[in-house]
């Protein structure tokens, strides 16, 4: 059996105790942990000449992650515009902050081709490759017209829209054929793939979209928190509630997450249950991501107002409602957080699984378990419906949620927590691995198709 070769444009920092945040390394690490495989992609660095560049390699524990640079204008036109400045808020249903220009389309292609050009070379005919997320639509394409017979599947970990928003995008057409290279085409959840599906068929595209559900290593990640809430800093924070609850969200700055929606929901909390002033502490990490894209910059800023405001107007001189953090924090340490978290609160607007409310689950004390409050927007939703689920556009659901959350009886706690454990620990990132990659082993190879006329 060859190779599992993933390609992906972020890659893990394996020699480093902090992770980029994101679910994409999260879920794949936790994937290819023990597979002969090679791990492709940017090495997160931006250099003035990349013409003749090395591709750097880098073995840890059994996979190899290999790397590439790229230009400050590459990564501008490639990364910040083309993916997370367009084809981001688009598949994220925010047809308002689209914005298309010429030059970040021939970026956009530009790094797909060097990142053909570079991967090729390092291919043996029987290896199976896996390639990652909406940076990277057309790669299949371009390493098959670089001659390339492998099996390639291809997945993407963030929702799609439906023909009716997704023809919003110029070049929608070229893209969705171009994924005709592919094998096989997964997606998080049933209603991506009937999106998916509906794109394709309006395009004339012969390509069908299947489910494939992400998870954890909800073993794992249990593991770290029974250790994290002994550490220092789990007892730190323990020690800092003075007895509070503890309401925790984690999340990438990103305005997909629902932020500002979710600080107004705990405002509404305060509002309308003033039992809890006083009583209840909102933890609140999102590590700055994407910083240099305009749109997360203002988030940025309308956040920190928010905050401000919240704290400003509830604060007693010896309570803050609120505790905002935009430094990355060590998995290790999160895992911890979660377990001492009474309620999880993931709200996003849109998100294609989101492997937090995950954690929050695999994390908990299953003798005392917290609440978790789940956007039904969240790719997740529809495995977990225990959660307490909401509309985050409504503050007052989001309220009622969390006043159930912080007064739920033990063993209504139990009962739910229950549900949501057999979930987390059924579908992990393990079994959506070999899930996608044994539907891929199943399709006919490349190398006996008939060749096309
Ligand atoms: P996305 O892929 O959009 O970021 P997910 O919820 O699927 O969303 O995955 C996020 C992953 O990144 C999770 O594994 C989470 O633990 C991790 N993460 C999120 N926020 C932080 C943070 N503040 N510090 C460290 N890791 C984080
Ligand atoms: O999981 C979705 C995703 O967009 C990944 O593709 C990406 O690696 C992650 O979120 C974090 O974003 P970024 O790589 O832009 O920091």
Redesign the pocket.
Known sequence: MGRLIVVSNRTPSPRER??P????T??LRDAVRGVDSMWFGWSGNQVDDVKGQKVDKDTVDGVTYATIDMTPAQYEGFYQNFSNGLLWPLCHYRMGMLSFRRADWDAYLEVNRMFAEHLTPLLRPDDVIWVHDYHLFPLGQMLRDAGVMCRIGFFL??PFPPWSVSRALPIADELLHEMTAYDLVGVQTEEDAINLDGCFAACGVQVKARAFA?G?DPDGFLEQAETAVKSHDGRTLRESLHGRKLILG???L?Y??GLPERMLGYAQLLKRYPEHLGKVTFLQ???V?RGGVATYQQLRQQLEELVGRINGEYASYEWTPIRY?TS????TT?AGFHRIADVGL?TPLR???????K?YVAAQDPKDPGSLVLSHFAGAAPELPDALLVNPYDADDTADALHLALTMPLPERKRRWHGMRDEVWKHTAATWARDFLEALHALPSPHDREPEH
Do not use: C, F, W, Y
């Open positions: 902090t992770q945040a994101g679910g994409l999260v879920g970990h963030i992400i954890i984690v999340d990438r990103d997909s997450k990490i999102a590590p991501s953090l990355p924090v060590a998995r999160l993931v998100d294609g699984m989101n492997l937090v409310a954690e």
